[in-house]
């Protein structure tokens, strides 16, 4: 059973950084491409950033050029630097295979970790 613990978060200013940081337990997920997700209150998951298990990466266009995602498959690691965050950027953030919607991660969801980005 794969589990996964998202860290990380905080409250930051507008215009402030984090790193998200995501460890798997229990398998390793080196085959898997990877994600970090978002979602506020009411609103679905949604992906904000992938990469591949070749380290290709992709992002959505509300964080492309803010945020990296990087990971370290000897640590069974994901991170996410997030740069510039904005208030918009405020939800509980989630780390898990990268999936297209509609279609089910191999990992159940961990807890999430919450970013908050106010003055």
């Known amino acids: 059973q794969v589990q996964l613990v998202e860290s990380g978060g905080g409250l930051v200013q507008p215009g402030g950084s984090l790193r998200l940081s995501c460890a798997a337990s229990?398998?390793?997920?080196?085959?898997?491409?990877m994600g970090w997700y978002r979602q506020v209150p009411g609103k679905q998951r949604e992906l904000v950033a992938g990469?591949?298990?070749?380290?290709?990466?992709n992002y959505h266009d509300s964080v492309r050029g803010r945020f990296t995602i990087s990971r370290d498959n000897t640590k069974n690691a994901v991170y996410l630097q997030m740069n510039n965050l904005a208030p918009e950027d405020t939800a509980v953030y989630y780390c898990?295979?990268?999936?297209?919607?509609?279609?089910?991660?191999?990992?159940?969801w961990g807890q999430g970790t919450q970013v908050t980005v106010s003055s």
């Open positions: 898990n295979e990268a999936v297209a919607v509609g279609d089910r991660p191999f990992a159940s």
């Open positions: 229990g398998r390793i997920f080196s085959v898997y491409a």
């Open positions: 990469i591949t298990t070749s380290g290709m990466t």
